[in-house]
């Protein structure tokens, strides 16, 4: 009688083991290759747009520091400069003094400043008084300006035929 009980349990088990086992069937090789293809594909595709969305993105932002040139030319007139403790608005008006450089000052930037610099350019020591000062100072061209550092609102136009939502 004990092996009337046993003989069905066993065939379970064998069964159940049968059904883990995988097939040893050869696998076609052009399968894989065909896979490794198109996901070489889509990767290479997905590079390629987002350099295309970084350039579109980074032509869109304006530009974050003042454009200055980066290296004076030959002809900047260089200079020394020594200010103790004098008002900021009054020193910038006096820096661009007998220059090419115009400065319009905002009648809210409050502060005093020292320095003693030598051999200087006017925008040298336009972006070293904005850096130290925490102030918003812009350069266009010859023209300076220097506004206190405080919230601001912009509008930019945008053009988004040229970008995509994800």
Request: net charge positive.
């Amino acid at each position: 009688m004990r092996t009337a009980r046993t003989a069905p349990l066993g065939l379970l088990m064998l069964i159940a083991v049968a059904g883990c086992a995988t097939s040893t069937t050869p696998r076609d090789p052009t399968t894989y290759d065909k896979i490794n293809t198109e996901m070489k594909a889509a990767t290479e595709n997905r590079v390629v747009r987002e350099q295309q969305q970084r350039s579109v993105v980074q032509s869109l932002l304006p530009p974050i520091a003042p454009e200055l040139p980066a290296q004076p030319t030959e002809t900047e007139q260089r200079f020394e400069v020594v200010v103790t403790n004098a008002p900021v608005s009054e020193m910038l008006n006096a820096l661009v003094t007998g220059t090419k450089y115009s400065m319009i000052v905002h009648p809210d930037v409050k502060g005093a400043v020292t320095l003693s610099l030598k051999n200087v350019t006017v925008p040298e020591v336009f972006r070293s008084v904005c850096e130290i000062r925490g102030l918003d100072c812009r350069a266009e061209g010859y023209r300076l300006s220097v506004l206190p550092a405080t919230l601001q609102t912009r509008m930019f136009k945008v053009d988004y035929l040229n970008s995509e939502r994800r």
